[in-house]
């Protein structure tokens, strides 16, 4: 009996059956099934019903579930006791993240594994963390935004601003506006929310503005990518634009202007231990990120 396979079984009964285990350990669906089998044999139990429909515990499986929690976090926290000792961390931490921001994490992901070259980052976009951290078997998420499941732990990296952009060469054709009622006489391009909804009011601190959409786009990359392109006036928080800004490719429109902010957070299951490898990089964000928050 491996420990690797008795994870391998709380996280079949997290997400359901053997096929969502697989897709988020990233494993073939028949390797899940015969080590399940194998825990059932040499258990001398049953842990399931199996049905071509529904995978359910059976009540030898419900007992040995709950128990086995408390036994496997009790495990983790004594791995980590010896890994603090040895002041070498080792291990793989599953990160999801919203694509558009790739540009701010990719640098301080990688100074994070340049401090612990034995750690292994795998990464993945996310757009909904209720479903994908189980889904994808993610150990944490950054997400932006309201929590909409309070049966995770969440803890705050930092509160994002927005900004109105241009590049240098629409502002040299078209002109910058000098009043938030000049904007509707601009070109705009827009982000689009998950849920389809549009983000043509830009919403600031002491106002709001009706744009003119002509582009949209539900990735901010592509976003910031028009913008820098020339192709209309953005509304988007300069944290995804760090290189744009810094080498002028970017110029921020009306400045005085301060949107309304966003929480972004970190997301993680509501579990009693987590690996030291992911403490240690939940920790290393919550420190490394808010840096930037000077340029929102």
Not at 123 to 134: A, E, G, H, Q, S
Not at 235 to 252: D, N, Q, T, Y
């Amino acid at each position: 009996m491996r420990i690797e396979d008795l994870k391998l079984f709380t996280i079949v009964v997290e997400l359901g059956s053997f096929t969502a285990a697989a897709t988020a350990l990233d494993l073939p669906r028949a390797n899940v099934s015969r080590r399940i089998g194998e825990l059932e044999k040499s258990l001398n139990a049953q842990l399931f019903f199996r049905t071509t429909r529904q995978l359910r515990l059976t009540q030898h499986g419900e007992t040995y579930y709950h128990d086995l929690l408390n036994v496997l976090d009790g495990f983790e926290q004594a791995k980590n006791k010896l890994l603090d000792l040895d002041e070498k961390p080792i291990g793989k931490v599953k990160l999801g993240f919203l694509p558009e921001s790739d540009e701010a994490l990719q640098p301080v992901l990688a100074k994070f594994q340049r401090l612990y070259p034995d750690i292994e980052l795998d990464l993945r976009f996310t757009n909904n963390y209720v479903n994908d951290i189980y889904s994808q078997g993610l150990d944490f998420v950054v997400h932006a935004g309201k929590i909409q499941d309070s049966g995770f732990i969440a803890r705050k990296l930092l509160s994002l601003g927005r900004g109105m952009y241009a590049s240098p060469d629409y502002i040299a054709q078209h002109g910058a506006p000098k009043a938030l009622a000049e904007l509707a006489e601009h070109q705009a391009i827009c982000y689009r929310w998950p849920d389809g909804t549009l983000d043509d009011n830009w919403d600031l601190i002491s106002d709001s503005v009706k744009v003119n959409c002509k582009l949209s786009c539900n990735h901010m990359g592509f976003i910031r990518r028009a913008i820098v392109g020339g192709q209309g006036i953005g509304f988007m928080p300069p944290l995804f634009a760090l290189g744009a800004i810094e080498s002028k490719s970017l110029v921020r429109i009306l400045p005085e202007y301060e949107s309304k902010k966003e929480d972004v957070w970190l997301i993680y299951p509501d579990r009693k231990g987590i690996s030291l490898p992911t403490r240690l990089l939940i920790d290393f964000l919550l420190q490394e990120i808010p840096l930037y928050t000077a340029l929102s």
